[in-house]
């Protein structure tokens, strides 16, 4: 393909992110609509990603290469395959529903609010798209620069400790990796991912890699015990920095997963799998309790993140028990796509689900779950489309977040009935977490009358949520444009991580 | 030759046209400053930025290009010496530029700032272009001396008063080590001519006590004149008592002059017993990362947090030095420049919040920027993230090319160690990010500073973003100059 569709991904929400900065807020009017003018216009560049896609390769497809910095043989190389075209096509459809989510809402510098959305979705566009190791690792630290500022300025009371928080622990985790990174192209001369999935490595080197690896993507997903910063910053980010934080940011520790650890480092992998299989079941049980419990929307939602992003990373590990259990590799891919539709799957309910708090705060300025009661009488669409994406959130059959749950449960199966067992829990403790705050949230009688007063959904909501609720039923029902995207890719990767590097 | 013979040849002056140039120049602006009047001190501001342009044009015209020896071989020009020469033409240019309006607004606004400015370069080129133990000490006590009485300028300040008496007598003391250590070191190799030094050396084993006990107080007085840990404690003192037009000067410009010393003495000199300083270099470049970074937390005070951030910064440059290949010493030197860039950024951003009767080197003073001034808080937060080291910005590809150095030569533990102190030091970058834009201002008057600062500061900012998206042009400037050196 001629035309540098990746690179208009990254470049035009940049390039439109700044020129909004330049408008400024003189006219928010403007502002708002160019915003929207440029992730429409990203969004519509991205489809051609999606129809011209090849299905019956593994291969790099809409490959863009070119010489960066010689010196260091960094390239500007890009490309998509099964695995990263899907989490590009997420990015660009949820950043044009939180431009517009944040329409009116944001009244203190709008423009500065639009541009960093903007910009994000370029650098998060740039972070799946790389093939180059250094192009990634800048990417994915810039990535944090917007997040800052959108949680610290537009946040709410404890923004400041929320949002260094996030900063550090991110940062921490990813100059692991840049030192990993490093030492991968002193040995091998190159930062291109694809020469390193196939570049032997010795074991312990291999677990060292591996190591600092997963200290920057069990940050990023996260994992449990560093996921201490997720709860706070989902709690006082802006609704529209809680959706990106949600759908997209939380996805690219599990890319990592799939682009990094299990192909460049097979063998560490494989010897420390009991690890990451641990740390995903502990997430999945023990935030599962933890999230019953809690009083806050928002800081719930954030802990049923942290439980399904630990089916996630449990999907993905899951071929090394299953190859030693059943001598076969079948129901490994199983897993891995199990995790990447869930991974697509919980980026839509959980951001519809951020959207649907963010619409309670702008009404009532309240996040406690106490505040509320009843809502359903005063609001019957809203209430309507919350207990469907809660019901999604649970894992209900005919939505998407029972496919991804549902071929992840039926892998570790596979593996040990007894990781079945756990992640199977799940499906109570979630639906006992995310119901129980609907009961109390939109049914009942009306609390107060604060609810009393509720207006229902604007057009600009119905809309936002609307479209994620036809978005999560059509995954859920017809799952396979994405299985089949993601098909040759994933068979290619089982076959790259079961390769012995020794 | 003999050195009869050689005293009766006249030395080839053109290697030295710059040097000579600024000196000339000095002497003129000297005079004429006499008779100018408070009214048209720009005159002298304007003399001294042409004599900035003509050593710049005296350097870049001269036309061998290769490695050129002259004053009995007391002074050098090659690749390095040219390169860093014209850097530092550029960076004292701005620091000049961004120092004016603060001057004028403290009637500080004399031509001795810029005079000493200019001898302090010329201290610096003469550092830069050494190639023997006399010339080395000669220019950096010019350098040194200038800097001392840049300190105290602001005669009736007593902060100012009390840092420079710290900083000249530690200043002293340190030169005096280097000065002892160099007798020694000509005890030793017989000779203060660094290519015979570099000889002498080199039959000599690294662990020779004498040759030891020369490296140490040499490295003294580097650690010293860089201001790393522990020979840090006159960093934070100066950085906060002198005027911030003077700090921005040590902070910058002075700061080429230290890499010269280093380069010059040990990596030309002293290359043979790398073992042995890459040693000593180690221990200051762990601690200086270390306390840098952890004490820099603490401050309240910006130019002295800034000084503690260049302390850490320093022991990155170290980390370069002291994996001692090329490489590494590449990534030293770009470091170097990349670093400077990023601190004439910061101290010019202090610059122009300051106004008259009022320094804005409080963190406070910073809270709220962004309400104020759009552009100039984006000023900032660039520099910032730049020092922090996250891409895409300068100060990570430097951060990356001595990691990578690093690595390669083993050291990967000491990678990890600097990365993560660097991680303890984003904390402090990013408060200053939170008071600019998380935080309402507490005073809400427009910005300060001539149209000429506003602008060169913003161009220095996106010289940050530019040398950050396309950042192989001044990495390959400093490849070749490695490559090619002997």
Known sequence: MDFPLLSTLIWLPIAGGILVLLVGDRQPGLTRWMALGVSLATFVASVPLFSGFDRTTAAMQFVERASWIERYSVEYFLGVDGVSMPLILLTTFVTVLVIVAGWEVIRQRPSQYFAAFLIMEGVMNGVFASLDAMLFYVFWEAMLIPMFIIIGIWGGERRVYATLKFFLYTFLGSVLMLVALIYLYMRSGSYSILALH????????????FIAFLTAFAVKVPMWPVHTWLPDAHVEAPTGGSVILAAIMLKMGGYGFLRFSLPITPDASMTLDWLVI??????????GFVALVQNDMKKLIAYSSIAHMGFVTLGFFLAYAIMRRTGSLSGAAMGIEGGMVQMVSHGLISGALFLCVG???????????SDYGGVANTMPKFAALMVFFAMANAGLPGTSGFVGEFLVILASFRAQPWYAFLAATTLILGAAYTLWMVKRVVFGAVANN???????????????LGVLAVSVLLLGVWPAPLLDVMGPTVDHLVELMTRSKL | MTVAESAFLIPDFAPAAAEIVVLFMACVVLVVDLFVSDRHRWITYGLCLLTLLMAAMATAMYVPRETVLTFSGTFVSDPLARVLKLFTYSVTAVVFLYSKDYLRERALFRGEYYLLGLFATLGIMVLISAHSMLT?????????????????????????AESAMKYFILGAIASGCFLFGTSILYGVTGSLDLAEIRRAVATLDGLNIHLLFALSFILVGIGFKFGAVPFHMWVPDVYQGAPTSVTLFIGSAAKIGSLALLMRVLVEGLGGVQQSWGDMLLV???LSMGIGNIVAIAQTNLKRMLGYSTISHVGFILMGFLVGTRQGIEAALYYTVAYVIMAAAAFGMILLLSRRGFEADELDDFRGLNARSRWFAGVMLVVMFS???VPPFLGFWAKLAVLGAAVDAGLTWLAVTGVIFSVIGAFYYL????????EEPSDTLSLGGGSDLKLVLSLNAALIVFLGVFPEGLISIFNQIVTTAP
């Open chain 2, 284 to 286: 200051l470049c762990i």
């Open chain 1, 278 to 287: 641990g740390l995903s079941l502990i997430a999945i049980v023990y935030i």
């Open chain 2, 387 to 389: 020092m922090a080291g």
């Open chain 2, 431 to 438: 408060r200053i990010i939170k008071l600019m834009y998380f």
């Open chain 1, 198 to 209: 196939d570049f032997p490595l010795g074991l312990r080197e291999q677990v060292l890699i």
């Open chain 1, 450 to 464: 604060n609810v009393a007063a509720l207006e229902d959904l604007s057009r600009r909501e119905a809309l936002v």
């Open chain 2, 136 to 160: 080395v000490y000669l220019g950096l006590e010019l350098l040194s001396l200038s800097l001392y009485a840049m300190v105290a300028f602001s005669r009736d300040d007593p902060v100012a």
């Open chain 1, 359 to 369: 619409v309670l705060y702008d009404r009532m300025h309240s996040r406690q779950i």
